[in-house]
């Protein structure tokens, strides 16, 4: 009869362990990618590509709430009533964020690109690997930061009664959202 194959327990768990791998860095790079995609939000065009990929549904910033640019940013802007004065400071502080958060945009894309053409060899180098995870996430905590500085930067032109507008708004969409999305999965049931 023919040979039997004889498999170890690394054969069989090593392959599913780097497509997990494979996934975790993905998510990771491309979270980066369109985070930063939608903090560089100039134009309507940028702001269709964004908001299709973006993790944030509709344009919504990460860390602190606030949209980085756009007609999201013109909208919150309008729904706390802000004063000319306000919107001006408002949009100088997200257009220096956006300066700031380009070339870490561009970090994350280098760095989602080497980590697919890793798994895309024959042989993939874990430590390889493990550099490139460890390189998105750096890219990442920069990025969250400079996010949450412009949210911060941006509330002290805020006065309180904004901010606390702004806070029961986004509450009231979250609240929309997750029912929406409760009643979505009862449908899926």
Not at 1 to 21: E, Q
Not at 47 to 52: P, V
Not at 112 to 126: K, N, R, Y
Request: glycine share 6%; charged share 20%.
């Amino acid at each position: 009869m023919g040979k039997i194959a004889k498999f170890t327990h690394a054969d069989t768990w090593r392959p599913l362990v780097m497509a997990s791998a494979l996934l975790v860095m993905s998510a990771v790079s491309v979270f980066s990618m369109s985070s930063l995609a939608q903090a560089q939000e100039p134009s309507a065009a940028a702001s269709a590509s964004a908001s299709a990929a973006h993790p944030h549904p509709h344009g919504h910033g990460g860390p602190g709430m606030l949209p980085m640019g756009g007609r999201h940013l013109d909208r919150m802007l309008d729904q706390v009533k802000a004063t000319d004065a306000q919107r001006t400071q408002i949009k100088a502080l997200a257009q220096s964020a956006q300066a700031d958060l380009k070339p870490l945009h561009e970090a994350g894309r280098k760095v989602h690109e080497q980590t697919l053409a890793l798994f895309a060899q024959p042989q993939v180098d874990s430590a390889a690997a493990e550099k490139l995870r460890q390189q998105g996430l750096v890219s990442h905590d920069a990025l969250s930061k400079r996010m949450l500085q412009f949210a911060l930067d941006a509330s002290q032109v805020l006065t309180p009664a904004q901010r606390a507008d702004l806070v029961a708004k986004v509450q009231k969409r979250h609240d929309r959202m997750k029912s929406r999305g409760q009643a979505h999965a009862q449908l899926e049931h």
